[in-house]
Each structure stands twice: as C-alpha cells, then as structure tokens.
C-alpha cells in the first residue's frame, strides 16, 4: 500500500524536479560514478569541498554520525530520487510539515532535530557537494586531519595499546598488584598475631610524601618545559599584550606562593612525623602572625584587583569603541555568519521574524517581508492541510499495522499513537499560531512609519561566511544569536563574548598581526585565524568555527568589493527561488 | 536526663526494616546518605571514564561502549556526540549535588552534629528522615533519564538556557531535561529539610558547657553550610520552576527572540536569558562552598587529631568560615563575566570575587602552621587531609587568574576553567569526604578501615588526580575549549592529543584505586580490626560514646563539656590529649581565655608591636600559650 503511494509522489517529485532544475541537468545525469574525464568537473568537486567545509561540515562527516548521519553513499541511496533530496537539503523543514513520510521518518529518527535550511544554495552548489561526496571527499578534507598533523614528532599512543604486548602488560601489572597486597594482607596478619607493627607506615608515609613532592614539582616543571612553547599564543589584538603582562603579573604572584606553600605541606609531613617519645608543641595562635598572613594576600589582591580592575574597563567601557568600524557576527546552530555593512557603512535593522532561506540573519527590507508573509501563509495552509487528513493518515496507518514484526512494528505503534494522542494535530496548531502571530508582527511592523526597522540601510549589506578585517584598524563585532546561546571566542585575538538570543553584546578589539604575520611567527603556512564557539550550544557545539582574515587595506578592499549585496540583485535572484519553491510545496502539500 | 535513658535501655524491638530502611536514627541515616553517594559517586566516575576515552582515543571503537550504552548512543563502539554531552551533564550534576552535597554534607552533618555536640539525635528525627528519602528518590529520577528515548539532560550541569528550554534545540532537552529538573526539586526539598534540621539542632540542643566558641571546626563548618543551602537553594528551586513555566507552559522569563532551526520564529519575547543564569549562579557559586566548606571542616579536625596539636587560630578559623559564608553569596558575577551582562557589574564581581581569596589563604597558612613542629601521625584519613590541602594550594591560586575579569576573558570556558574547579572543589572535596570516611569508619561501623588498602588508594588516588586535572591548565592557557566533543575541525589543537591520553590513562587508573577503597570499605564493614571507643585518642565527644552505638548515643547521661576540642599536647598534661569531657581542676580551667589574657598582658608592656620579620621571629621562638 504505501508503496503504492509513495511511488507516485517520487515520479512527481521527479517530474517537477527534472522540470525545474533543468539547468543542473548536466551534472545530475553524471551524478552516478565515474565522473572523471566530463569537462569542468574537477573544478566543481573542489567547489563541492570548500562548500561542504562552509555549509555542512559542521553536523555531517563522510564517515560516522556526528549531529546528522554519514554522507558516505548517500547518493547510492537516494540514486532515482534526487529531486527529493534536493528539496530535502534545501528546506527538510518544509517537507516534514507536509507529511511527507521519508521525510518524517528521518525527522522521528533524529528525535525531532531538524536540519538547518539551505536555500541559499544554488542547485548547481547542491550537485557540486553532491559529487565532492560521491567522489570520497578528498585526503585533506577538514574531516580527521587531527592527529595527522602531530603524528610525525609525537609518539602515537593509539593503536598499539590496545595490541596484545599491552594487553599482557596490563594483565601483568594487575598481578602485581594483587601480590603486592597479599602482601600486605599478610604483613597484617603477622602483625595482629604478634601485636607489633611490621612495617613502619608512618615512616615509609613520611617519605613518600618527600619523594612526591620532588616528583610533583619535577612533573610541573617538565610539562612546563615541553608544552610552554603552545601556552597563551602570540598574542594579535593590541589589548591582548597588555593582558598578557597582567598574566605575567598574577603569575609572579602566585607561582612562588605554589611553591613555597606546597613545599612547606610536603615538608613539614616529612620533618615532623611521629617518633617514639617525642610530644607536639603546644601552639594555639599567634595574632601577629595570622594578622601578617591575612594582610599580605590582601596587598598583593588589591594591586591585582586594581590592575584588573582597570584593564576591564578599558577593554569593555571604553567610549574609543563606539567610534570603531561595525560588523555583525551571527551565530546560529551550527554555524556563524559575518555581515558587513556594504556601501552606507551603516548596518540595517535584522528582526529574527525575518529569517529564512535566502535571508539567513532576518535583514529588514520591506519586499522580503512582504514575500515572507505570502510564505508563511501558504505554510499555514499546508499545514492545515495536513490536519486535515489526520484522520485519514491514522486509518491508513492502522491498516498498515498487520504483518509487521518487532521494532518495526513498535515504531508503526508509535507513529498510530502520536496521531491517536493527538500530539501530531497539537503540533501542527501550535506552529500554525506561531506562524500567524510572526505574521502579525511582521505586518505590524510593515505599517510603522515612524521609527521602522525598514530604513532599506540593509540592502547592500553583505552576508558572508568569514571574517575579513584590516590590520591596525579598530573593529566593533556586535554579535546576535539566532536560536541558543553561543559564545564567540578568538583565543589569539583575546576576545570572548556570548552570543545571546534577544540581548545583543559586543566587543571592540584592533588586530595588531595579519594571517600572513602570525603564519610566519607560528612557521605554518597553513594557519588561519578562527572564531570557534565556546559555549555548550547543542550536539555539534564542537564543529563551529569561522575562518578570521586579518590583512592589509587593499586586499581587504579587494575581498570586500567581490561581495555582493543581500537584496542588491534580488529581482532576478528571488524571481527564481519563487518559481522553484513555490509549485513545488504545493506538490508537496498535496501528498 | 533519666528518661532518655530508660528510653536507651529498653526501646522497642527493631524490625529490619525500621532499623536498616526507615531509620530515624542520625547514624543509620548518615551511612544511607554514605553509601548511595558512594554509588552515585562511581557512576559518575564510570561516566567520566566514558568520556575520557572519546577525548583520547577519538577514532577508536571501544567494543565495551557499545554492549554498555547500546547501539544508538555508541554506535561502533564510539560515543554519540549527543550522548558525550550528555554524560559530561550527567557526571556534573551527579558529582556536584548528589556526592559532594548530599554525599558529603549529609554524611557527615548527620553523623557528626548529634554526636559532636552531645546531643541524642536530630532535632527532628522524622525530617531526617525525609531528608534521606527525598534525595534517593531524587537520585533514582536522575538516574532514570538515562533510560528515556531522546536521552539525558545535555546542555551541561548549568543547564543555561535557552538550549535547555527547548526541546527542540537538542535531544537531550526533551524528557530528559524536565526529568532533570523534577530531580533538582526534589533534591532541594531533601537539601532544605536537611538544612533546617542541622542548623536548630546545633542552635538548641549542644550539651551543657557546649559553648559555640568550643564547637569543634567540623560542627562550624556543617553549620555554616546548612545556612548557606538554605539560603541559596530556594534561589536555584525558583529559576527552575520558572524555567519548567517556559518549557510546558509557554512563558517567557527566559526566552527572547529565538528563531529555531527546526520550529522557525518562535512566539517568545521580552524574557532573558541572562536572568536564569543570575539565578542559577546565586545558588551555584554558594554551592562551591557548600560543597568545599564541610571538606575544611573535617581536614581542621583531622588535621589537628593527627598532628597531636590545637588547630592554629581557632579563631581565625571561624571567622575565616563566616567570612567566605558571607562573601561566597556576592561574588556569583564572576561565572558571567562575559555572558553579555553589563561591565560594569563585571568590575564589581571582580573586586569582591578576589575578596574572598583572602580567608581562603588565612585557612591555608593556619593548616601549614598546625603542621609545623607536631608530631605527625600518618593514619589514612592524615593522608587524604594533607592530600586536601595541597589541591586547596593548586586549584585556589588558579582561581585568582580567573578571578581577574580580565584574564577571564581569554580563559573563560577553557580547560583552565574545568582544571581549577576540578581540583579545588572536586578533588579537595572528594578527599574530605574519603578523609572523613575512614576518620569516622570506626564511629559508622566500630571497626578499622585496613591501613596498606588506605595507603595505596591514597597515593594512586592523589598521583592519578594531579596527572588528570593538572595538564588542563596548560590546555586552557593554550585557549583549549572545554566540552568539545573531538577537535577534528581545530587540527591547531592536535598537539594536546597526547596530553589527552595520558589524562585518560590517569583516570582509569584512578578508577582503579576506587575499586580498592570499595573492597577496603565494604569488607571491612565485616572483618575488619574491632576499633575501641577512641582509636585516634581525639578529644570530641564523639568518642566518648560506647562501641555499640546505640540509639541516644550515650547510655547514661549526656557528658558535660569543659574545654574546647583541641586540647592536643598541651604540657600541663602527660598525655598528648585531654577529651573536652574531661573536668578540669582549677589551674587549667579555661585554658583558652588564660593563654588570650597571657597574649594581651605581654602585648601591653610597651607599645603595640609592630609587624616585622624580627617579631615575626621573636614571636615564633616565644609561645604565647602557657
């Protein structure tokens, strides 16, 4: 049966597939491997790898599960349907609220995480990632390059301690360990029979914590002599040295007292141990010395509390900031987004209502407002479409139920009960209001005159998926979350700031190093400067990062030059996304 | 006096289950809060272990991961990344709360408060009672969320939101985060009925001459943390209700202007999340001492009992107590100095957060000083002590880098953070709580914990504990982030690959240790040396009661109190310890307020003495006590 029907559905999507990305028809039909030798794929496999590593990277490995599943041989898998996997890339969200079944499938498999849109890409981009997938990636993907880089010098614990040598090692060790206290439980029982102690405890005790106290510092000092080189790197902001030095100046502070204080605790447990005849010295207090040692790390905070004190405000209230050059840094789950402000050198107004496919941050311009609301609306009525055949789907279901076994069956189970339950319909409604109060406001907002966030200051702005700055020139990153909170951290930069939904924050720093520069202090022309997310944000909190360009003025005017305005060409641009999108839903709606 | 003990003598017959299950007694009570956060303690450290094998080993597949946690959160043996999270948010909130609060605290504030101030039981046994029994059901509905489809809370054991707040922001804010916060609330229920029993009963029921100046460091300790639990949990119980308000019922306190990948535009306005962190911090920096205070507590009394000397300053000691009380509820700012709150309540945090260092440092100069010229008995709970305070030295001076608002803004969130608390709240407490346990083994069960077994799991738990948490700090300086699940795509951070490993093998080993001290614990229970009354010759009440113990505690009458519990090695006796139930007869009577007038008499001869390196000395070789 629902063969039957979800054939249908795939000839469909098929059809209106092949009909409307007949430009990218080339490559799909090369989609199949071998693809070598057919002109210009080379080229577009290398473009598929850089926007897998842009767009994809963060939730998807060719191998392994990492948010979303393994990408290896998805194209095997989806071979005869590639239409829906485009649609499903492009907006999975859209799908699922259809009722599509596979895409509901997926979307229960994942526990109801959905997968971020991508209708700003191309079909082309869509098909170039597709290949660079089909085509095993390629050996220095951003995927596991992580021990590769240090395998030459480092000693390569991996593999070898799970071989049998080490197995018999451990097993070796175990039995020691087991002798050694057998032993000990014998010399207790010769002591117990005997009433005497056999062993000094005390004694050997004393002693040990000499013998750890000269490997402890022994141990700080060797990690210190290898890893020091890695610690606090270069820094590249110009606040950045001045923080380095009030590091240097706490660990003067502190380093010492570490040392003398731990050695005077292993000391004293050696020097003073118990022997035989000798009594403890009677010793309650002594007020001056208790008022020396309460005053002098009252001193030394106070000079570091000052210090800090300072250097805080500098960094974080300094009125130079409002003076300095704006962008906005953008995070969402999982990824960031830059925008510059274009020619106007000034940053429109974004409202989170406004996000979607093709405007990712929700920039305000009235025409993408208008248009989103007709979107939102025919998303109301596909959704109460849905609804609609609830009772139908349920009857479907429950006659579907037979002849199936075991986990399959207690899925079927399940999908009968979320219907039953009413969970489906409860959904649908409250996205349905959800929808209607964003269209509300939106509509609301379109009415203001007075104040309105369309100022059209947005138009020319550039959205783009790394940071470009100039060297030397002071800049303002004004940072909006889209969804959770993030936190943007550039360890070289000695810059972190939270990124949270609803409360904008900011942070002023001027780099002080171009890449080019810190490549060669670091001796790796590989290096780049990133953003990387420090707040936990989600499952793949670990994979986001943006690459940070530090570089003279030209070349930045250079880069920026080639970027293009959000709404700057949207006529023909968004002319084209509506004719895709919009028959194609409505397919879609009538599944 | 003489009903109490008619009632000692011929109580009423005790079932099993009234004896062993729904005991009323502070003793009974305390081993159950003992031995399940021991059991809470080991799966959290099982969990770490999980985790710690994905950070060394990411591209190996660990056949045993998979048979444990099944193929949907090992699938080949690796760790899910959701699943990571997870057991990072699961190994927080059950080392943080369930051992180190309850485990601890309510250990030893049950065993430890009747006994040490003379007193038959709790003020309110039968809330005691409930105490225990609210935290292991609490424990059992933490647990459970293990066991829910969408898997455990996940978004970390601080559970910001809004990634908490929304189940559709990651798996793990589904069932599992609200079974998460059903657990904190009942947890709080048992934390506060606990807290209000500690603090009347050492109020209102300490022995006749029992003063609060002559209260042993572990009863200070216990009782100022009872205050500070119950001042601070209603403040975490309220953000949680209200953040289960924006998860069920649409609110918005913490919840703004939020476009979710998989839910679109969601309704919210007007809420903050900055406002839960506020809340959740005014509970969570108290709770670092909450956790650490009762660990001092034990390690002064244990401390002094083995060196056979007074604590030096006791004081000093008490006041540096209500000073870090006090101040511990101001400085919560510094968990958010970057979070997006105003600067300027940054600079202020900043100034009280390095306030606070101080009565920390006077604490550990006064252990350094009781150490100094006593006669130091290696026992194992000595060990853990000395253990203690040289991770209170590493983690407390590490505190003063992140502290400094400024410094905190390039090490906040790195590994420097993870190795700074790990050592000054997690090992330090951890080793106060072993310390305790085998101090007070012989006064839970009347025998001796085997001595080589202690001494063993001392130095691989301490060795092992250094080796895992002391590299983080090189890690973090080197702006490593923390609660990453693998750095496939940072391949700068590649060179702390083998760091990493050696950290794993560290704490492997350092489970390993556990299982000795578990072998050690539960065998002795049962073969282990019989103890006598008093086996460290210590001087609190606690030993003066009989070997059986007893329900009341004392079979005859409460003993009366007539000196303070430090009388250690104090010449005007032969023995090295007089117990405070001792009478004394005349000459040594108030032997604390002559050796203070003493000071004052030879203060005032000429002026008031300078502080210099040359009275320093002076008064160093002079002792001003008898």
Not at chain 1, 79 to 97: F, G, H, M, R, T
Not at chain 1, 163 to 178: G, K, P, T, V
Not at chain 1, 495 to 502: A, H, S
Request: a negative charge; charged letters at 15%; hydrophobic letters at 45%.
């Amino acid at each position: 049966m629902i063969t039957i029907i979800k054939n249908p559905v795939k000839l469909l999507l098929l059809f209106f597939g092949l009909f409307y990305f007949q430009d990218s028809l080339a490559y799909k039909n090369n989609l199949t491997r071998p693809i070598d030798g057919i002109e210009g794929t080379d080229g577009l496999i290398k473009k598929g790898s850089e926007l897998f590593a842009a767009n994809c990277a963060s939730c998807h490995a060719l191998k392994g599960k990492v948010v979303g599943p393994a990408l290896e041989g998805v194209i095997d898998k989806y071979e005869e349907d590639y239409a829906w996997l485009n649609a499903w890339i492009k907006n999975s969200q859209k799908l699922v609220k259809s009722g599509d079944e596979r895409a509901v499938a997926i979307y229960n498999e994942y526990n109801g995480q959905a997968m971020n849109i991508f209708e700003n890409l191309k079909d082309e981009e869509i098909t170039s990632i597709l290949m660079w997938i089909d085509n095993g990636g390629d050996g220095d993907a951003p995927v596991a390059t992580s021990e590769t880089n240090n395998a030459s010098d480092q000693p390569v614990f991996n593999e070898s301690l799970f071989s049998n040598i080490n197995w018999a090692i451990a097993l070796l060790s175990f039995l020691i360990f087991l002798i050694i206290i057998m032993i000990f439980g014998i010399l207790e029982l010769v002591s117990n029979i005997t009433g005497r102690e056999v062993i000094n405890w005390n004694n050997i005790n004393a002693f040990m914590m000499l013998v750890f106290l000269v490997g402890f510092f022994g141990l700080v000092l060797y990690e210190y002599s290898i890893h020091s080189k890695f610690l606090l790197p270069e820094s590249a902001s110009e606040h950045g040295i001045e923080m380095d030095k009030m590091m240097g100046w706490t660990w003067m502070a502190t380093l010492p007292v570490f040392f003398v204080t731990q050695f005077l605790l292993f000391f004293f447990s050696f020097k003073y141990r118990q022997k035989p005849g000798r009594k403890a010295y009677f010793l309650s207090h002594n007020n001056n010395l208790e008022y020396v040692w309460t005053l002098v790390p009252a001193v030394v905070l106070a000079i570091l509390v000052s210090g800090g004190f300072k250097m805080w405000n500098k960094i974080l209230r300094s009125d130079d900031s409002k003076n300095a050059k704006q962008i906005e840094v953008f995070a969402y789950q999982f990824g960031w987004n830059a925008r510059y402000p274009g020619e106007d050198g000034k940053l429109g107004k974004a409202n989170y209502n406004l996000i979607n496919g093709i405007n990712p941050l929700g920039v305000a311009n009235r025409e993408h407002a208008t248009e989103l609301i007709k979107e939102l609306k025919e998303d109301i009525a596909s959704m109460e479409a849905t609804i609609a055949k609830i009772p139908k789907e349920l009857a479907k279901l429950k006659s579907t139920l037979g002849g199936r076994e075991d986990e399959d069956r207690d899925n079927h189970l399940k999908k009968i009960h979320s219907y039953e339950s009413g969970d489906v319909e409860n959904d649908l409604r409250l996205t349905i209001r959800a929808r209607n109060t964003q269209i509300e406001r939106l509509t609301g907002a379109l009415k203001i005159n007075e104040g309105s966030m369309f100022t059209g200051e947005g138009d020319d702005d550039q959205v783009v998926q790394e940071i470009h700055l100039v060297k030397d020139e002071p800049i303002r990153l004004k940072f909006r979350a889209r969804d959770v909170i993030h936190s943007a951290y550039l360890p070289y930069f000695r810059t972190q700031m939270n990124v949270v939904p609803g409360l904008p924050t900011e942070f002023t720093f001027t780099p002080i190093k171009s890449t080019e520069e810190m490549r060669a202090i670091k001796g790796d022309p590989e290096f780049d400067y990133y953003l990387i997310c420090n707040k936990i944000c989600g499952n793949a909190h670990f994979n986001m990062k943006m690459k940070v360009v530090v570089e003279d003025e030209a070349s930045y005017n250079q880069w920026i030059n080639q970027q293009t305005g959000l709404f700057a060409n949207k006529d023909t641009k968004e002319g084209d996304d509506d004719e895709n999108s919009n028959p194609e839903s409505e397919v879609l709606a009538i599944n | 006096m003489s009903s109490s003990v008619a009632h000692a003598d011929h109580h009423h017959e005790e079932t099993f289950l009234s004896k062993y299950v729904f005991s009323m007694d502070h003793k009974m009570i305390s081993k159950q809060f003992l031995i399940t956060g021991i059991i809470m303690g080991l799966i959290g450290m099982a969990m770490s272990i999980a985790f710690r094998l994905q950070l060394a080993y990411p591209d190996t597949s660990f056949p045993i991961l998979e048979w444990f946690f099944g193929s949907k959160w090992a699938p080949d043996g690796k760790l899910d990344a959701g699943y990571y999270m997870a057991l990072v948010t699961m190994h927080g909130t059950i080392m943080v709360f369930y051992v180190l609060t309850a485990g601890l605290s309510g250990t030893f504030a049950n065993l430890l408060l009747p006994l040490q101030i003379g007193a038959r039981d709790m003020a309110s046994p039968f809330m005691n009672m409930l105490s225990y029994w609210f935290f292991l059901l609490s424990s059992i509905v933490l647990l459970s969320s293990l066991f829910v489809e969408t898997g455990p809370a996940s978004g970390g054991w601080t559970i910001y939101p809004p990634l908490s707040a929304l189940p559709k922001a990651m798996p793990g804010s589904g069932m599992g985060m609200t079974l998460w916060l059903t657990a904190i609330v009942l947890f709080i229920v048992s934390s506060l009925l606990g807290g209000i029993n500690y603090i009347s009963t050492v109020l209102n029921m300490r022995t006749k001459g029992m003063s609060m100046t002559r209260l042993p460091l572990t009863v200070w300790a216990l009782f100022l943390t009872a205050v500070l639990g119950l001042l601070s949990f209603p403040v975490l119980l309220g953000g949680g209700l209200l953040l289960l308000f924006d998860r069920g019922f649409g609110t918005s306190f913490y919840l703004s202007d939020i476009y979710l990948g998989s839910a679109g535009a969601l309704e919210h306005t007007g809420g903050s999340p900055i406002l839960f962190q506020h809340l959740f911090w005014f509970l969570g920096h108290p709770e670092v001492y909450i956790i650490i205070m009762p660990a001092l507590g034990i390690t002064s009394e244990i401390i002094a009992v083995n060196s056979r000397k007074p604590i030096f300053g006791y004081t000093a000691m008490v006041i540096s107590l209500m000073g870090i009380a006090f101040l511990s509820f101001i400085v919560w700012g510094h968990h958010m100095f970057i979070t997006g709150m105003n600067p300027l309540l940054g600079a202020v945090f900043l100034v009280t957060t390095l306030i606070i260092a101080v009565p920390s440092a006077v604490k550990t100069f006064n252990y350094l000083a009781t150490l100094w010229r006593g006669n130091i008995r290696f026992t194992n709970a000595m060990m853990f002590a000395i253990g203690l305070v040289s991770f209170f030295i590493s983690g407390g001076l590490t505190g003063i880098f992140l502290g400094n608002a400024t410094l905190d803004i390039q090490l906040h969130d790195t590994y420097f953070v993870v190795g700074h608390f790990h050592i000054v709240m997690g090992c330090a407490a951890i080793f106060g709580m072993l310390a305790g346990i085998y101090h007070w083994f012989p006064k839970m069960f009347g025998r001796l914990m085997n001595k080589p077994l202690g001494y063993i799991h001392f130095w691989f738990t301490f060795i092992s504990a250094y080796l895992v948490f002391f590299p983080m700090h090189f890690m973090g300086l080197a702006g490593v982030p923390r609660r990453y699940y693998a750095f496939t795509l940072l391949p700068e951070y590649g060179v702390w690959f083998d760091v990493n490993v050696v950290m794993t093998l560290a704490a492997i080993l350092g489970g390993i240790a556990q299982i000795v001290f578990l072998y050690n614990f539960f065998s002795s229970i049962f073969i282990g040396k019989k103890s006598g009354t008093n086996p460290w010759q210590a001087n609190t009440l606690e030993w003066t009661t009989p070997e059986e113990r007893i329900h009341g505690n004392w079979p005859g009458e409460i003993p009366t109190v007539y000196r303070w519990a430090y009388d250690y090695s104090n010449p005007a006796y032969d023995e090295d310890f007089m117990m405070q139930n001792v009478p004394d007869e005349g000459v040594e009577e108030e032997l604390f307020e002559t050796s203070k007038t003493k000071v004052n008499k030879s203060a005032k001869k000429p002026k008031p003495e300078a502080v210099t390196l040359f009275t320093l000395i002076k008064n160093w070789l002079k002792p001003n006590t008898i």
